[in-house]
Nanobody, 124 residues
Framework: QVQLVESGGGLVQAGGSLRLSCAASGRTFSTYAMGWFRQAPGKEREFVATISWSGGNTYYADSVKGRFTISRDNAKNTVYLQMNSLKPEDTAVYYC?????????????????WGQGTQVTVSS
């Protein structure tokens, strides 16, 4: 069982930056692939980024590529999402998720554990 707690969301102006953190409980965090997803009002949850258990492989949605960076610190049981050059269309609740088989996947249905989400609002 893994519990995930996101933090770092908030209100920022367009062009600004935020860093989200996701703290995980459990001794097996380092074996999980981790992902970030987001959901805007009235829209489906969408993939943002994912990272392998070692951090060696990362994948991004086209909409955030070059602006967002996913990373992890297995010693701290934490995964991060650095978000730069934020746009109003990035406004959403951001969720982190864990995939216990270590697969780097984009489908939210393949993730096993989810955090409660953190709100990111980008003003124009």
């Amino acid at each position: 069982q893994v519990q995930l707690v996101e933090s770092g969301g908030g209100l920022v102006q367009a062009g600004g930056s935020l860093r989200l953190s996701c703290a995980a409980s459990g001794r097996t965090f380092s074996t999980y692939a981790m992902g970030w997803f987001r959901q805007a009002p009235g829209k489906e949850r969408e993939f943002v980024a994912t990272i392998s258990w070692s951090g060696g492989n990362t994948y991004y949605a086209d909409s955030v590529k070059g602006r967002f960076t996913i990373s992890r610190d297995n010693a701290k049981n934490t995964v991060y999402l650095q978000m730069n050059s934020l746009k109003p269309e990035d406004t959403a609740v951001y969720y982190c998720a864990a995939e216990y088989l270590g697969r780097v996947v984009k489908n939210p249905e393949q993730y096993d554990y989810w955090g409660q989400g953190t709100q990111v609002t980008v003003s124009s």
